[in-house]
């Protein structure tokens, strides 16, 4: 079953604004992590963020982890065309170091130039 | 470094027949993962390897199974497929590193279709 769920679903912007998009889960994490992915292909590792963790940046992204309402953000700023992609969330439950990824539907996103 | 290699990319394969895809992980990395996407399952965990064991497993029937060789590659099997297996199967290597620090890598997938 899923545990993440991403919004929107979709999300069209104009190149140079920002891009926000929300995930929530509902069990108790270890770390949460944003991915992207490019149509049809691997998924490329963003960022991860720890549960102790409130916030993390990496160039132009940014996350937030909220534990308490068990939800996370993912902020883009300054799109650019190159950033359209779909955009997954993953919380990630560590068991006796085996490790199980679950991923929302994620977020389409498209940048217009 | 090299990243996760995934082999085949594409295939094609017919009802009932079965298929086998190679993912071979970043070097030094002893967890290997598989997952499984489709648009309207969207990314599924199949299952874990680490030091050729299988650690943990997702919900798919027993026609899905794996192994994992002696130099961290990994291998997985789909007997008796199904229109449904049609899917982008994606591999994840990651090296645990300890509480919350396990970035998990993907090769690019091999895109099944069943035909």
Known sequence: ?113 | KAGVTQTPRYLIKTRGQQVTLSCSPISGHRSVSWYQQTPGQGLQFLFEYFSETQRNKGNFPGRFSGRQFSNSRSEMNVSTLELGDSALYLCASSWYRGWGKTEAFFGQGTRLTVV
């Open chain 1, 1 to 113: 079953s899923q545990q993440g769920e991403e919004d929107p679903q979709a999300l069209s912007i104009q190149e140079g604004e920002n891009a926000t998009m929300n995930c929530s889960y509902k069990t108790s994490i270890n770390n949460l992590q944003w991915y992207r992915q490019n149509s049809g292909r691997g998924l490329v590792h963003l960022i991860l963020i720890r549960s102790n963790e409130r916030e993390k940046h990496s160039g132009r992204l940014r996350v937030t982890l909220d534990t308490s309402k068990k939800s996370s953000s993912l902020l883009i700023t300054a799109s650019r065309a190159a950033d359209t992609a779909s955009y997954f969330c993953a919380t990630d439950r560590i068991i006796q170091g085996a490790q199980k990824l679950v991923f929302g539907q994620g977020t389409r996103l498209t940048i217009n130039p």
